[in-house]
């Protein structure tokens, strides 16, 4: 029964899609406050994904990420099909004297991941009132 209504309705309302977005925008806050932590790390390179990137790959996939790993014998995670998001290592910013890690660009980068991670939660949110609404039938 429960394919039936992820097949008949969550996915054509656009779930999976606010899925990976939010998914994609948690890895990128994760990286970021990486970089933010390791501030002051002596040589330590700033790491990204590219967004936009990664989001039409998995938009055209229609299935969910999936972690990297980076040894043998780590657990597999997700659901992705052609490996998790490629993290990007930015050896082209200039060095603060002990790293690659502008903390002004970081925290910009953080606030603003943040501001689209609340408006797609958010969108997500009013999709699922709209299911109720057309369900139950009141406002």
Known sequence: MSNIIQDAILNKVGVPKFRNYL???????????GNVANVLTPGYEAKDID???????????????????TNARHIP???GKNGGAKIVVDKKSPSNGVNRVNIDKEMTKLS??????TVAARMLKNKFNGLRQAITGTK
């Open 51 to 69: 967004f936009q990137k990664e989001f039409q790959r998995l938009k055209g996939e229609g299935i969910g990420l999936k972690g990297v790993t």
């Open 112 to 117: 603003t991941n943040q501001i689209s991670y």
């Open 77 to 79: 995670i997700g659901v």
């Open 23 to 33: 998914n994609l925008t948690s890895l990128r806050h994760k990286l970021t406050a």
